[in-house]
């Protein structure tokens, strides 16, 4: 006489199969996680890289033209604006917005000949940078204008007399000697930039 052999079949209860699907859903949502902030991470190192090079980018701009400045009033359809000047204007939204123009030589490496050149911070919290076709500005010349600096929360520009001292507005010489005011130049700028991030950069170029 055979005798029945019981097979038994062992496998996974509904409570396990609960359990493991829970801590699989656990892990895949702890890994989206994760790989969301790697990817958020990297987002904002690049965006970070990209604002500072753009920054550098103005600040080597910024000091090659100063650089190049020179002591020459220009004419204008209005009569002689001074070498340099450096004045505050008042803004469309009622706020004070700082403006300097000055003339400066010509770049043998950009072909590029004497000009007048100007910087301002615009009503877009923008850094502009003005060109003017030469020295000599006519009635009729209209400077090319270039955004070269976003972002901008607040610019400040200070300028180094002979005696050593900041003043916020050029020319600064005495009002007896009109000749050498005219075509006097600072002997540095000082430049502070608020960003609209917060961050605040300082700069003096000679």
Do not use: C
Request: charged share 25%; proline share 5%; glycine share 6%.
């Amino acid at each position: 006489m055979k005798s029945r052999r019981k097979t038994s079949f062992q496998g996974f209860t509904l409570i396990e199969l609960l359990v493991a699907l829970t801590v699989l859903s656990l892990l895949a949502v702890m890994s989206y996680r994760g790989l969301a902030a790697i990817l958020d991470a990297q987002e904002y190192v690049k965006r970070e890289t990209e604002k500072w090079r753009r920054i550098d980018l103005f600040l080597m701009r910024f000091e090659h033209d100063v650089q190049l400045a020179i002591p020459r009033p220009v004419r204008t359809g209005s009569g002689v604006s001074p070498a340099w000047l450096g004045v505050i204007k008042a803004a469309s939204d009622g706020g004070l917005l700082p403006y300097m123009e000055f003339s400066r030589l010509g770049s043998i490496e950009e072909a590029d000949a004497a000009r007048r050149t100007a910087y301002l911070l615009n009503d877009k919290r923008e850094v502009e940078l003005w060109l003017w076709p030469g020295l000599d500005i006519g009635s009729g010349a209209a400077a090319m204008r270039y955004p070269v600096l976003a972002g901008v929360a607040k610019m400040q520009l200070h300028y180094l007399t002979a005696n050593r001292a900041w003043v916020n507005a050029w020319p600064s010489a005495a009002p007896d000697s009109p000749a050498s005011a005219i075509s006097s130049v600072p002997r540095a700028v000082r430049l502070r930039i608020t960003l609209a991030s917060g961050e605040e950069i300082e700069r003096i170029f000679q």
